[in-house]
Each structure stands twice: as structure tokens, then as C-alpha cells.
């Protein structure tokens, strides 16, 4: 057996790639902003629209912007639903 074959079956190691905290998996910190859009069901260059007018919560990190989970669930948990809100006459 070599070092490959051992290192794969001991217990308790995960499959090499991204994992529950790798890029957009449910507990990573940050996503990007594509991935918001899918999130959201929204296109792209409306996700990127609605960061640059502040209606979504980014930070920009060299030219990547990412968008803070947290942020963004507390962003959607204060939003007004649809047909909630009063009419003025």
C-alpha cells in the first residue's frame, strides 16, 4: 500500500476537494457574487447592479467581491415581503 492508498483510508478523512466550507457550500463565510444571483434566482448582471447600489452587501477584496453570508441572510431576514406593505391613497 503507499502513502496515498493509507492517507485515503483513515478514518475520519473527507474527500479531497471543496467541502462544507469550500466556495458557496452551505457553511462557508462568503460567496461570490454569481453565486448570490443563483442563490437568489436573479441574473448576474443584476446581482452585480444591486451590490454596486449598495441594495446588496459586499467586500471587495482586490477586484474579487464577495458577498458576507451572514450579511446577506440578515439583509433578506429584514425585507419586507411582497404586497405587505401599506398603500398610501
Known amino acids: 500500500m503507499d502513502r496515498t492508498d493509507n492517507?485515503?483510508?483513515r478514518a475520519?478523512?473527507?474527500?479531497?476537494g471543496p467541502g462544507p466550507r469550500g466556495p458557496g457550500g452551505p457553511g462557508s463565510l462568503a460567496m461570490s457574487v454569481e453565486e448570490v444571483s443563483k442563490l437568489l434566482g436573479i441574473s448576474k448582471w443584476l446581482a452585480y447592479e444591486m451590490v454596486a447600489c449598495g441594495q446588496i452587501p459586499a467586500i471587495r477584496f482586490g477586484r474579487r467581491l464577495v458577498v458576507p453570508r451572514a450579511a446577506l441572510e440578515a439583509m433578506l431576514?429584514?425585507?419586507?415581503p411582497v404586497g405587505?406593505?401599506?398603500?398610501s391613497r
Not at 475520519?12 to 479531497?16: L, N, Q, S, Y
Not at 431576514?77 to 419586507?80: I, M, P, R, S, T
Not at 405587505?84 to 398603500?87: F, V
Open 7 to 9: 492517507a485515503a483510508q
Open 12 to 16: 475520519g478523512d473527507e474527500p479531497a
Open 77 to 80: 431576514a429584514g425585507a419586507a
Open 84 to 87: 405587505t406593505a401599506e398603500r
